[in-house]
């Protein structure tokens, strides 16, 4: 008899892997990564490594030790969480937090609930957000940065940071950005102080548009999120201009970016759904404009992911694309 | 905006590689295995015993029932078994093995290449041609073509649909048929629409075949000049995409209706005949000629010999393989039909059938499947399934036998297309799962309507 292989159809299957696919949000990451180091100094390099680094370290100390299944790393998706988490903190973060919030991360928010795939919130989100309520002072310490070449980046705090600060201080919003010289071409261009996921507006945005024409990721729920942002942000402007941060300046300062094309369109912790997807980007959008203008906090995005991730299960089972010949 | 289906769908690369090999008549062997069971529907049952003498075209099998079909000699010669064999899937069928003599063919075929074009006006009288012709539908189902151009009462046909999208990898012999049999097919589709009543006629054909598109088109036009029958035959072009060629998403692409769920097209008004079948039928109806051989498409990357070959029914596949010069010995997989939803078989002793329209190799590396892991909710199969189920919830539920949620989600629409385990990253057996719970779906069904 034959050495024939009998199977199931099909008997083709594409070239996409989990692996390929996390490698290419790598790939995708890539100038963000380049514009940071050149803009932060190789300390940012040093934040980048530790945090890629423990987190690789850790799924595979958790997948060999504590669950003693073959290890998991090779699916490159511990890599795009130690870049992401990196490109949140700052430059001058002490590299045993970096490392802290790589073992939140992974070790917390992913392995716990039995790695890639059963996460309920983004890994990277949660490792910041830890990290944030957890060492406050030095999560929001903003050092005028060297840069590769000398570069005549701007010191101080965020431009959210500094808006937060200014309108408790009474001013108006049009004096605080005089006052710090803010424009739009300076934030597209990464001329900001920020932490390295902030202040690269437009590698990020390259990142985005190479996810999507390799077709990793479908636009709906970052355009969402953006078309929601600027909305939303128009209305609370158009009502008073003084009080309230207009569209552009929403749009282009702080995470926002980065989250919602990185880090809103993880698979794992979006919903599966087009429309499921449109109404977490609206959530999301919402959410981060409220935040930044009530809330304690400068910055919004990271509690706003956060949030919408816990109510994706209910967004799966709300929204699901309409099947064929059934009305 | 390109014609094409509403929902999911992929697009792998169509590998072609056969598509400019014309059909070569292939030698006919020292004997075949003419299996009773070549159609959807009751086996037919064997009219000759061993000792026999036979010619081709003489029936050899009548139809066991009202959904059911006559079966051909492919050959002449004399008739040395009557029996049990295993056919492409190794399962037991009732064959006729018959030893080949000379070729004499029965009286009343007409083996000339005379174009008959005249479309007989007597659809009682065709019908009963196309039954006593054997004719099947040979796109894939094997349904009898007889069965499915009579709808039942109070159903109407408002347009037929030739399918002639071949949207499989590989698979090339309905693309050489239009190209070199193109009046005939055409004359076969006009003949089919004559018994709908004259209904409108479609030829979709997918953009990846632009010769075959062009010809069809010209030859509609030429016979047009010769009779009014072929007014409302047109040719659409199809964006490429599997699985196009598949019922509801053809009709789904060429009439925007949908088939409800456990619906037939006719309720939509849409009868969908493969290109194959329209050969048949005009090979039946013109010139008394059943179903004795059909085009087989011999491809692979690593089969040296590509090939498209006009095989006699019947013929056994090693025979096949040895005439093209053997297995290839890096080859770990036998499929007849497409990659996608062809099956995969071992038996190489097994004979042809009406409805095997190729043979493929493939090696380890084509067809490798890799180690399972974790789902990462990526919703790739949910985007690819052409019938907008959800692959990833209906593998969970398949792995713990919930038949009810199953159900509600709809897992008896799923036609195996295969798209969902194409596609993911994970490589999650997601079909493979899903056929196990439909399956358990569908029994719950027929099981509720006995009861009733």
């Not at chain 1, 991360?105 to 989100?125: D, E, H, Y």
């Not at chain 1, 919003?173 to 261009?189: C, P, R, S, T, W």
Request: proline fraction near 6%; charge should be neutral; aromatic fraction near 6%.
């Amino acid at each position: 008899m034959s050495n024939l292989t009998v199977s199931p159809s099909p008997h083709i299957h594409s070239k996409d892997s989990t692996r390929s696919l996390m490698t290419d949000v790598v790939i995708a990451l890539v100038p963000a990564v380049i514009c940071s180091v050149v803009f932060l100094g190789l300390r940012e390099l040093l934040v980048l490594a530790v945090s890629v680094a423990s987190c690789l370290l850790l799924e595979w100390a958790v997948t060999r030790f504590m669950m003693k299944k073959p290890s998991t790393i090779g699916d490159m998706s511990a890599v795009v969480t130690g870049i992401l988490l990196a490109l949140n903190v700052p430059y001058t973060l002490p590299l045993w937090i970096v490392a802290i919030g790589a073992a939140v991360a992974i070790g917390v928010a992913k392995m716990t609930f039995g790695g890639l795939g059963q996460n309920v919130f983004n890994p990277a989100i949660a490792g910041r957000v830890f990290l944030l309520v957890s060492y406050p002072s030095q999560m929001t310490h903003w050092e005028a940065p060297q840069g590769l070449f000398g570069a005549d980046a701007i010191t101080g705090p965020t431009p959210l940071g500094a808006i937060k600060e200014g309108l408790l201080q009474g001013s108006s919003v049009k004096d605080i950005m005089a006052e710090h010289g803010y424009n739009y071409g300076q934030m597209l261009f990464a001329n900001i102080g920020g932490s390295a996921g902030e202040i690269c507006a437009l590698a990020l945005l390259a990142g985005f548009v190479y996810l999507l024409v390799r077709r990793v990721i479908k636009p709906w729920i970052t355009l969402s999120i953006f078309a929601t942002v600027a909305l939303t942000s128009l209305i609370f402007w158009g009502i008073n201009p003084d009080r309230f941060t207009d569209p552009c300046f929403n749009l282009l300062t702080g995470g926002l970016i980065l989250g919602a094309c990185f880090m809103a369109t993880d698979y794992v912790t979006s919903p599966m759904s087009t429309k499921g997807g449109i109404i977490f980007g609206v959530g999301i959008g919402f959410l981060t404009v409220m935040i930044r203008y009530f809330g304690s906090y400068p910055e919004g995005v990271s509690f706003a992911i956060l949030i919408m991730n816990s109510v994706v299960p209910l967004l799966n089972r709300w929204f699901k694309q309409k099947k064929f010949g059934r009305s | 905006m390109k014609n094409t289906f509403s929902i999911g769908g992929i697009h792998p690369h169509d590998n072609k590689i056969s598509r400019d090999c014309a059909i070569t008549p292939l030698a006919t062997p020292p004997t075949v295995y003419i299996s009773v069971a070549q159609h959807i529907g009751a086996p037919a049952q064997p009219l000759v015993k061993p000792g026999d003498k036979v010619k081709v075209g003489q029936p050899v099998a009548e139809p066991g029932g009202f959904v059911s079909a006559f079966i051909h000699s492919s050959v002449s010669g004399t008739v040395k078994s009557v029996g049990p064999r295993a056919d492409l899937a190794g399962k037991m069928s009732t064959t006729i093995e018959i030893a080949v003599e000379g070729d004499e063919w029965m009286d009343g075929i007409d083996t000339s290449d005379t174009l008959i074009t005249d479309i007989p006006e007597d659809n009682k009288t065709t019908l009963e041609k196309i039954r006593l012709g054997g004719v099947v539908g040979l796109g894939g189902a094997t349904f009898p073509t007889h069965v499915k151009l009579s709808p039942p009462p109070g159903s109407k046909c408002e347009m037929l649909i030739i399918n002639g999208c071949e949207c499989e990898p590989y698979l090339t012999s309905d693309f050489r048929t239009l190209l070199e049999k193109g009046e005939q097919v055409v004359i076969g589709a006009a003949i089919i629409k004559q018994v709908l009543g004259g209904v409108p006629c479609t030829i979709a054909i997918e953009e990846n075949k632009p010769e075959a598109i062009d010809h069809i088109n010209e030859v509609i036009a030429r016979l047009r000049k010769v009779s009014p029958k072929y007014d409302g035959i047109c040719v659409m072009t199809m964006k490429m995409r599997y699985p196009q060629g598949g019922e509801k998403q053809l009709i789904d692409a060429v009439m925007h209706r949908q088939v409800a769920s456990g619906g037939l097209p006719i309720s939509v008004g849409a009868v969908v005949q493969n290109v194959a079948t329209a050969l048949a039928v005009y090979d039946a109806v013109q010139k008394n000629k059943p179903i004795i051989d059909n085009s087989v498409t011999v491809t692979g990357g690593c089969f040296p010999k590509q090939a498209n070959l006009l095989v006699r029914v019947g013929t056994p596949l090693s025979y096949i393989i040895d005439s093209l010069g053997g297995m290839p010995s890096d080859a770990v997989k036998v499929i007849s039909g497409g990659p996608m939803m062809g099956k995969a078989i071992s038996n190489l002793d097994a004979a042809t059938l009406k409805g095997t329209s190729s043979l493929l190799f493939l090696t380890a590396e084509e067809t490798m499947r890799k180690p399972e892991s974790n789902c990462i909710r990526c919703g790739k199969c949910a985007d690819a399934c052409p019938m907008g189920l959800e692959p990833f919830l209906l593998n969970k539920l398949s792995r713990i036998n919930d038949v009810e949620a199953l159900e509600d989600n709809a897992a008896q629409d799923c036609i195996e297309c295969g798209c969902c385990l194409y596609s993911c990253p994970a490589n999650i057996p997601l079909l493979d799962i899903i056929r196990m719970g439909k399956a358990e779906v569908m029994k719950a069904i027929k099981s509720r309507q006995i009861k009733k």
